[in-house]
T-cell receptor, first 117, second 110 residues
Framework: DTGVSQDPRHKITKRGQNVTFRCDPI?????LYWYRQTLGQGPEFLTY????????KSRLLSDRFSAERPKGSFSTLEIQRTEQGDSAMYLC???????????????FGNGTRLTVT | DAKTTQPPSMDCAEGRAANLPCNHS???????VYWYRQIHSQGPQYIIH???NNETNEMASLIITEDRKSSTLILPHATLRDTAVYYCIVRSNSWGKLQFGAGTQVVVTP
């Protein structure tokens, strides 16, 4: 178990540029989640995938944001035309789909910190 | 999902037990109580979860009241490395996502 891996750890970009982040989940996990966290706040849910299907998107995920998970393995989160308000930590998590009444815990990566100047 | 209420901050002496309270009075029968913590500049780390029975693992113990309206996370011997924000989350067994609140900032002092 090598854990959830996110790349890059830090990204500084100028307003208006596009950025893309990558997340590699734990290998046998079929669920993958994206969260955003601003300073002093708890993480906020953005979207999640089960295998390659995007099952839920938060209202926080504006049309400038797009997430993909081709082939149900790694995932990318792209932000187009970045704004200063997009500055945050972007966290990825993965979990196994539970059976019966049990849902397996989410395991988080250490995030990508985005700064938009 | 049911909401949770936690104190915003707590101090704890190194080597002593830390008891972190959480209220979840609107919890429903199919909802689990999860605890995570987040050390500065890292992602949230899973600690423990339970439905109605008390649970213990190598990190902590979780005590859930009989009516399930509140719970307590116990760190048996706090160390300086336990300084973190601790989140209590109620999670439906039919949904994958977790909804985080503001958590409790725990500071362990020498």
């Amino acid at each position: 178990d090598t854990g959830v891996s996110q790349d890059p750890r830090h990204k500084i970009t100028k307003r208006g540029q596009n950025v893309t982040f990558r997340c590699d989940p734990i290998s046998e996990h079929n669920r993958l989640y994206w969260y955003r966290q601003t300073l002093g706040q708890g993480p906020e849910f953005l979207t999640y995938f089960q295998n390659e299907a995007q099952l839920e998107k938060s209202r926080l995920l504006s049309d400038r944001f797009s997430a993909e998970r081709p082939k149900g393995s790694f995932s990318t989160l792209e932000i187009q035309r970045t704004e200063q308000g997009d500055s945050a930590m972007y966290l990825c998590a993965s979990s196994r789909r539970g059976t019966g009444p049990y849902n397996s815990p989410l395991h988080f990566g250490n995030g990508t910190r985005l700064t938009v100047t | 999902d049911a909401k949770t209420t936690q104190p915003p901050s707590m101090d704890c002496a190194e080597g002593r037990a830390a008891n972190l309270p959480c209220n979840h009075s609107t919890i429903s029968g199919n909802e689990y109580v999860y605890w995570y913590r987040q050390i500065h500049s890292q992602g949230p780390q899973y600690i423990i979860h339970g439905l109605k029975n008390n649970e213990t693992n190598e990190m902590a113990s979780l005590i859930i009241t009989e009516d399930r309206k509140s719970s307590t996370l116990i760190l048996p011997h706090a160390t300086l490395r336990d300084t973190a924000v601790y989140y209590c989350i109620v999670r439906s067994n039919s949904w994958g996502k977790l909804q985080f609140g503001a958590g409790t900032q725990v500071v362990v002092t020498p």
